[in-house]
C-alpha cells in the first residue's frame, strides 16, 4: 500500500507483529464483534479515568482496549496524550509506531503518521517530522487536515509566512471548518494583518459562536484597527457567556484607556477588582491610568495596595521605580533640586532591584532605560543646583 511505503524508511526497528481482528484466522464474526465491542468498554471507561485525570488507571484500560483490539485508532491516540500529559514523549513515540504498523485502512494509518510526526517535532527531530508531513500532503494532496497540522509544526519552528500559506490551504480544503478558520484568522493576527484575521475569526465564530478563545482573539484585532466600539463589543458578549470574566473587564477598560475615557477604564479595573481582590494584573492597570493621569498619589496608593498582595512582585518594583522617577521630574519643575535628586536615586535603587528579582527581558529593558533617564535626571538636577 502507498502510504506504507512513503514512511517505510522511519520505522526501520523491526515491531512486534500486530494481529487485526481480520487477519485472525479461524474467529467468528460473532468473536471478532465481541472483541471490538470489549475494546471500546475499556476505552469508554478510560476517557472516564481521563477527566478525572487519574492517568494511571487510564493507561491500564487503554492498554487493554489495544489488547483486545490491535486496530483500534482511538485508544492509542488517547493513550498517547497519556503519556504526553506525564511526560514520557518517548513511550509515546513508541506507541504510535507500533500503531502504525497494526493499521491497514488508510485513514487510521494517516492519523498515526501524524501524531508521529508531532512527536518527532517534540523531541527535536524535525527533519523527520517534516518529511512525514510532506509526503502525506504530497500522496493526498485533498486532505485539508495535514495542511493544517503541517501548518502548526511550521508555526512551531517560527516558520510564519509557510505556515500561513498551508493554513490558508487547509481552509481552501475544509471551509466549513471554525477550527481551521480561527488558526487562519489566528496566523494573520501573528503577521500584523487585522483585517484579514477579522474576515476569519468572524468565520470561526459562526461555528463557535460561545468560543471564548475565539471571541478574544476577534475583539483584539478590532482594538489593533482602532474600531473600539466592536472590541468592546466582543469583550461584553464574553461577560454574558462568563458572568465572572475578569480579564474581559481588564480588556475593556484597557480599550477605554486607549479612548482616553479614563473613567469608564477605571470602572472596569474596579468591577475587576471586586471579583478578584487579590488580581495583581488589575492593580498594573489601575497603576497604569493614573501614570497616564499624572495621579502620583494614586498611583502610590495602588502600588502600596499591589505589595500588600506580594512584596516582592517584580512587575509592582518596575512601575514603583516610575512613579519615584516621575515624583523627581515633578520636583525639577518646581525647581527643588535635591528632592529631585534624592528621588530620581530611590528610582535607581528600585530599578536595580527589580532586575534582582526577575529574568523577564521585557522588564529588565524597561529597567535598564529608566536607570540611564534616572542618571540623566541626577546630572541635570546637580548642574543646574549649582
Not at 472483541?35 to 484500560?61: D, G, I, P, T
Not at 468560543?211 to 461584553?236: G, M, N
Not at 475578569?246 to 484607556?257: A, K
Amino acid at each position: 500500500m502507498k502510504i506504507t511505503r512513503i514512511f517505510f524508511l522511519f520505522f526501520s526497528i523491526v515491531f512486534v507483529s500486530c494481529a487485526s481482528a481480520a487477519d485472525k484466522k479461524g474467529e467468528t464474526e460473532s468473536s471478532q464483534t465481541q472483541e471490538v465491542s470489549e475494546a471500546e468498554r475499556y476505552y469508554s471507561f478510560a476517557f472516564e479515568y481521563m477527566k478525572q485525570k487519574n492517568y494511571k488507571e487510564a493507561a491500564s484500560l487503554l492498554e487493554k482496549s489495544i489488547k483486545a483490539d490491535s486496530t483500534y485508532a482511538d485508544a492509542y491516540l488517547m493513550l498517547r496524550q497519556v503519556y504526553l500529559i506525564v511526560g514520557d514523549t518517548n513511550k509515546a513515540l513508541t506507541l504510535c509506531k507500533k500503531g502504525f504498523r497494526c493499521f491497514s485502512d488508510p485513514e487510521s494509518s494517516r492519523k498515526m503518521a501524524k501524531a508521529i510526526a508531532s512527536l518527532y517535532a517534540k523531541t527535536g527531530e524535525t527533519e523527520k517530522a517534516e518529511k512525514i508531513f510532506t509526503d502525506i500532503i504530497k500522496e493526498y494532496p485533498k486532505d485539508g487536515n495535514s495542511y493544517d497540522l503541517y501548518a502548526y509544526f511550521l508555526e512551531s519552528e517560527g516558520r510564519y509566512d509557510e505556515a500561513l500559506d498551508n493554513y490558508k490551504k487547509a481552509y481552501q480544503l475544509n471551509p466549513d471548518d471554525g477550527g481551521v478558520a480561527f488558526r487562519l484568522g489566528n496566523a494573520y493576527f501573528e503577521r500584523g494583518r487585522y483585517q484579514e484575521a477579522v474576515d476569519f475569526l468572524g468565520k470561526a465564530k459562526e461555528v463557535f459562536s460561545d468560543d471564548i478563545e475565539i471571541r478574544k482573539k476577534l475583539a483584539e484585532s478590532y482594538s489593533e484597527l482602532e474600531q473600539y466600539s466592536k472590541a468592546i463589543e466582543e469583550y461584553k458578549s464574553i461577560i454574558k457567556i462568563i458572568p465572572k470574566h475578569v480579564s474581559s473587564r481588564i480588556q475593556i477598560g484597557n480599550v477605554y484607556l486607549k479612548m482616553k475615557q479614563y473613567q469608564k477604564a477605571e470602572s472596569y479595573y474596579k468591577e475587576a477588582l471586586k471579583l478578584e481582590p487579590g488580581n495583581l494584573s488589575v492593580y498594573y492597570q489601575l497603576i497604569n491610568l493614573e501614570l497616564t493621569r499624572k495621579n502620583l498619589s494614586g498611583v502610590k496608593a495602588y502600588i502600596n495596595k499591589g505589595f500588600s498582595i506580594d512584596p516582592n512582585d517584580y512587575i509592582l518594583l518596575a512601575l514603583q521605580g516610575d512613579y519615584y522617577y516621575r515624583l523627581g521630574l515633578n520636583y525639577m519643575q518646581e525647581k527643588k533640586w535635591n528632592p529631585s535628586i534624592e528621588s530620581f536615586e530611590e528610582a535607581i535603587r528600585v530599578w536595580r532591584k527589580t532586575m534582582s528579582k526577575t529574568s523577564d527581558p521585557k522588564w529588565i529593558e524597561f529597567a535598564q532605560k529608566g536607570i540611564r533617564n534616572a542618571q540623566k535626571g541626577i546630572e541635570e538636577a546637580k548642574k543646574v543646583r549649582w
